[in-house]
């Protein structure tokens, strides 16, 4: 199942030149250090501001999704890669048994006392580019992306070139 918020070039290959692929293993312990991964490589390529924190708090939803849903102890795929109109974008693919996506595109966030289902909706609030794609026992990818904005040094660096 395949759901979207908006089109954009979900394809890696699609980038700039800054392109960031890792694995991690299906633990909780590593959401953290895959968020300061991520942050770190949005700020040495330029792009720093509120979205960027929205588009950390996405991918850090996607990748607990996959942990907790995914029941596989393969490892996880992460990559980032931004666009040339300054889209940060990151896929979360997990090998496991997939799923169908019955939530429909504005859903709401659950009530404050609700214990679960706040991840789909969030990961769609937090970031202007949003698809899922599932197969079942094969895998799920999410994808956010944000359109960021360049810090002036990286923009005068760029322009230099």
């Given amino acids: 199942m395949k759901t979207e918020k908006r089109t954009v070039s979900s394809e890696p290959e699609a980038h700039r030149g800054a392109l960031l692929r890792f694995r991690v293993i299906p633990s909780a312990r ?4 895959v968020r300061e ?3 770190t490589f949005a700020i040495e390529n330029g792009l720093v501001d509120d979205g960027l924190r929205d588009l950390l708090t996405a991918v850090g939803e996607a990748l607990a999704n996959a942990i907790e849903h995914s029941r ?3 490892a996880i795929d992460i990559e980032c890669w931004i666009s040339s109109e300054n889209q940060f974008m990151a896929n979360v693919t997990d090998h496991g048994v997939g799923f169908c996506n019955h939530a429909p595109r504005g859903a709401r966030l659950p009530s404050l006392s609700a214990e679960r289902g706040r991840g789909l909706p969030l990961m769609r609030r937090c970031s202007d580019f949003f698809s899922i794609s599932s ?10 992306g944000r359109t960021i904005r360049q810090t002036q040094t990286r923009s005068r660096r760029a322009a230099s070139r």
């Fill in 30 to 33: 590593c959401v953290r250090r």
């Fill in 37 to 39: 991964r991520i942050a």
């Fill in 72 to 74: 596989c102890v393969d």
């Fill in 135 to 144: 197969e079942p026992y094969v895998g799920t990818t999410v994808t956010v």
